[in-house]
């Protein structure tokens, strides 16, 4: 079992810039691939940044590319979301999800379904 707290969200202007981290407790953080999903109000949640366990980039959503970092840290048990430039339309709950790294993880990385372990989200509102 893997449980997991987000942390970071707040209100900022555009062009502002947040970190959001995500605290995983349990065993074996080090077995999954990590990633952030994020959900505005009245749209599907969709798929922004992963990262394999090893801390390398597995990819970015079109939208947040150039602007946000993902990033981890395995000795804290850690996901991080480094957000640039932020723009009104990037306003959502911010989730973290955890997902073990099997074949079919990196064909479906995108969806929901490869991820067993979901945090609460954290809201992130940007202000023109």
């Known amino acids: 079992q893997v449980q997991l707290v987000e942390s970071g969200g707040g209100l900022v202007q555009a062009g502002d810039s947040l970190r959001l981290a995500c605290v995983a407790s349990?065993?074996?953080?080090?077995?999954?691939?990590m990633a952030w999903f994020r959900q505005a109000p009245g749209k599907d949640r969709e798929f922004v940044a992963a990262?394999?366990?090893?801390?390398?980039?597995?990819n970015y959503a079109d939208s947040v590319e150039g602007r946000f970092i993902i990033s981890r840290d395995n000795a804290e048990n850690t996901v991080f979301l480094q957000m640039n430039s932020l723009r009104f339309e990037d306003t959502a709950v911010y989730t973290c999800?955890?997902?073990?790294?099997?074949?079919?993880?990196?064909?479906?990385?995108?969806?929901?379904?490869?991820?067993?372990?979901w945090g609460q989200g954290t809201q992130v509102t940007v202000s023109l």
């Open positions: 999800a955890a997902g073990l790294q099997t074949p079919d993880y990196y064909s479906y990385y995108r969806r929901e379904n490869p991820y067993e372990f």
């Open positions: 990262v394999r366990w090893s801390g390398a980039i597995i």
């Open positions: 349990g065993q074996n953080f080090y077995k999954y691939a």
